[in-house]
């Protein structure tokens, strides 16, 4: 196969209009200059963004299933059933209780790699972002922890390439510092097994575009 340029990755994301979605810089004075360390608090919980009674999580299960999601209530705020498949094992579930959220590139990650320099609404906004965020088993999604790329892969392997594309865009478009070496690695072996990156023209029209990260 194709070895995939980890450049070209990062050039593509950056012509569908990854660079508008860069953060608000954080005020001087906002934040400490001493690393604290990592709280899931720290970051919020699920937000209502579009004020439609769904919180993120129910954004991301009504996204995620294969099928439209059946309600519990009249207002249609909290899904009951739907057919969802554990990307990470290939499991297919249908109770939204047995399902995690996960986030792709832990926020433990994200506040290690610099995030906990940023605001709470900044912080915030990183914990929602639906790109980075996968419904996924509740043993997958344990499993998994905040353990980076050369700590973990998907059981399925099927989905190690889009996995570690995820990852790479999250990285990029969050300005967070380059990989360990051992990540680097990883993601190198990982992608030389893929089929060839699509040209920009074509990755530009893809659904699977990372969405607009925006600051308030």
């Given at each position: 196969?194709?070895?995939?340029?980890?450049?070209?990755?990062?050039l593509?994301?950056?012509?569908?209009?990854?660079?508008v979605?860069?953060?608000?810089?954080?005020?001087?004075?906002?934040?400490?200059?001493?690393m604290?360390?990592?709280?899931?608090?720290?970051?919020?919980?699920?937000?209502?963004?579009?004020?439609?009674?769904?919180?993120?999580?129910?954004?991301v299960?009504?996204?995620?299933?294969?099928?439209?999601?059946?309600?519990?209530?009249?207002?249609?705020?909290?899904?009951?059933?739907?057919?969802?498949?554990?990307?990470y094992?290939?499991?297919?579930?249908?109770?939204?209780?047995?399902?995690?959220?996960?986030?792709?590139?832990?926020?433990?990650?994200?506040?290690?790699a610099?995030?906990?320099?940023?605001?709470?609404?900044?912080?915030?906004?990183?914990?929602?972002w639906?790109?980075?965020?996968?419904?996924?088993?509740?043993?997958?999604?344990?499993?998994?922890?905040?353990r980076?790329?050369?700590?973990?892969?998907?059981?399925r392997?099927?989905?190690?390439?889009?996995?570690?594309?995820?990852?790479?865009?999250?990285?990029f478009?969050?300005?967070?510092?380059?990989?360990?070496?051992?990540?680097?690695?990883?993601?190198?072996?990982?992608?030389?097994?893929?089929?060839?990156?699509?040209?920009?023209s074509?990755?530009?029209?893809?659904?699977?575009?990372?969405?607009a990260?925006?600051?308030?």
């Amino acid at each position: 196969m194709q070895r995939i340029d980890w450049a070209i990755l990062c050039l593509a994301a950056l012509l569908v209009g990854v660079a508008v979605f860069w953060f608000t810089e954080v005020e001087p004075g906002s934040v400490s200059n001493k690393m604290e360390s990592y709280t899931r608090t720290a970051w919020g919980g699920v937000v209502d963004e579009d004020k439609n009674c769904r919180d993120t999580r129910q954004e991301v299960l009504i996204r995620d299933s294969r099928v439209p999601v059946l309600w519990r209530d009249e207002r249609k705020c909290e899904g009951a059933w739907g057919a969802w498949v554990d990307v990470y094992s290939g499991e297919s579930v249908n109770d939204p209780h047995a399902m995690d959220i996960d986030h792709v590139v832990s926020l433990k990650e994200i506040h290690e790699a610099g995030g906990w320099r940023w605001e709470t609404a900044r912080r915030v906004r990183a914990a929602n972002w639906m790109f980075n965020l996968l419904a996924v088993s509740a043993k997958e999604n344990r499993a998994k922890g905040a353990r980076g790329l050369h700590e973990w892969l998907p059981p399925r392997q099927e989905f190690h390439c889009r996995y570690v594309e995820v990852r790479a865009t999250v990285r990029f478009v969050l300005r967070l510092p380059p990989s360990s070496v051992p990540e680097a690695d990883v993601a190198r072996r990982v992608l030389d097994s893929c089929a060839p990156v699509l040209p920009v023209s074509a990755k530009a029209t893809e659904t699977n575009t990372p969405p607009a990260f925006v600051g308030p």
